[in-house]
Every structure is written in C-alpha cells, then in structure tokens.
C-alpha cells in the first residue's frame, strides 16, 4: 500500500495516523466500522480478488474509506494493520466499541504494547482511548 500510494512505510503510517476518521455507518458484520477521512493519498479501489479470511480487528482500505473489521470474515479491502481493542465483543458491555458519529485516532504501538493492550481486551477490557 505504501509503494502503490509513492510513500515511504514511515510515511505511509505517519500520513494514516495524522487523521481523524469518524464511524459513518455501522454494518457488514457485527461491529464493523465503516470510516470517513481517510487522507486522499491513501485511497485504493478495492482488491481484485478478494481475502477468503481476514482476521479480527483489521484495518483496511477500500476505496476512499478505510474500515475496522470486528469478526473474521472474507474481504476485498487492502490491509494496512490491526488494532487490540475489539470492535465486537459479546461478554463485554458495552457490546459493541464504536458508535455511529465517534472519532477515532490510530497511533502505532509497539510489538510489547500490541501483546499487552490485545491480551487485555481479551479479558473484556475496553483499551481504546476516549477523546473528549
């Protein structure tokens, strides 16, 4: 993704993370969550032949948005990355993580982050940060 868009890796996380993206529409599977404000260099038609499988938790890019995937499912969307904090789990209140209208922030984190924020969330933990 960052070759097809003429940036650098570096660059390419850098331009993903430096938006705001808000939740237009919630769908497709439980908790998936369609985003808005994807920076203009980052759109991609979706792909040609589509993943049979994609994990849980994936962000992806199709077209001008990008999305937050909440269950494993087949999809046509480019990865870019995953997430720790879960979009859609049933033994959690509240259920689903993201509504309708919320704005959210993607920042990197590192390998040691990635294992403790995920195996948090596992345990029913909400580790996504609220703005205010």
């Not at 769908?27 to 792909?47: E, H, I, N, T, V």
């Not at 859609?88 to 993580?97: E, I, N, S, T």
């Amino acid at each position: 993704m960052a070759a097809s868009s003429g940036l650098s890796v570096a660059d390419f996380i850098e331009a993903y993370s430096a938006s705001t993206y808000v939740v237009m529409m919630i769908g497709f599977m439980p908790g998936f969550s369609y985003l808005g404000g994807l920076d203009p260099r980052l759109a991609r038609s979706r792909r040609d032949v589509p993943r049979a499988k994609v994990p849980a938790s994936s962000i992806s890019i199709g077209g001008a948005q990008s999305a937050i995937g909440s269950v494993e499912c087949p999809s046509g969307w480019h990865l870019i990355g995953r997430t720790p904090a879960l979009p859609f789990a049933l033994k959690r209140d509240p259920v689903f993580l993201f509504e309708t209208g919320d704005e959210i922030r993607f920042y990197p984190i590192s390998e040691g982050e990635w294992r403790s924020l995920t195996s948090r969330a596992a345990e029913g933990e909400l580790v996504a940060e609220r703005i205010a």
